[in-house]
């Protein structure tokens, strides 16, 4: 007897390939907009990196039971802040908060950081009895003080 050697064939067919292209089009549909969200709340956590050295300030300003923003940029001849490319300014007001305003590739909104005694807010010319907290506030999330108008989802995790 004569054996037959048959030819087997290997590989995927179309529709087989289609299905695949079209799960890792359905994942990348899902996974885009939360890497875009994560991506513009790393930019806006600059803002908070650079308001660290502005809570120093004005914790010793308070200290000291001087006018709150004194020495922060824009106040008392001090040279407005410049802005970066997520931050497009920052300001102290004359209560102690810190206005972070981020940039349209930041989320284009504003964080307020703001300094609490206690139960309330300082008060100039006032020594603070309590240790100053500081409590950072995006759109919605007023845990104490001014509420900022960032978007939760873009805000880092201790402004939300």
């Not at 989320?107 to 006032?126: E, N, Y």
Request: hydrophobic residues 45%; glycine residues 12%.
């Amino acid at each position: 007897m004569k054996h037959i050697k048959t030819r087997t064939q290997s590989g995927f067919t179309l529709i087989e390939l289609m299905i695949v292209v079209a799960i890792i089009g359905i994942l990348a549909a899902v996974a885009l907009p939360a890497y875009q969200d994560y991506a513009v709340r790393a930019r806006a956590s600059e803002g908070l990196e650079l308001a660290s050295g502005l809570k120093t300030t004005v914790a010793e300003n308070a200290a000291n039971a001087s006018q709150l923003n004194l020495g922060t940029p824009g106040v008392g001849g001090t040279a407005a802040f410049p802005g970066t490319r997520n931050v497009s300014n920052l300001a102290v007001s004359t209560a102690g908060e810190i206005v972070v305003t981020m940039s349209p590739v930041a989320g284009d909104g504003t964080l307020i950081l703001a300094p609490r005694d206690g139960a309330s807010g300082l008060t100039q010319g006032v020594v603070p009895t309590n240790q100053i907290a500081w409590y950072c506030n995006a759109a919605g999330s007023s845990k104490g003080g001014t509420a900022g108008t960032l978007l939760a989802k873009f805000a880092p995790a201790e402004c939300r």
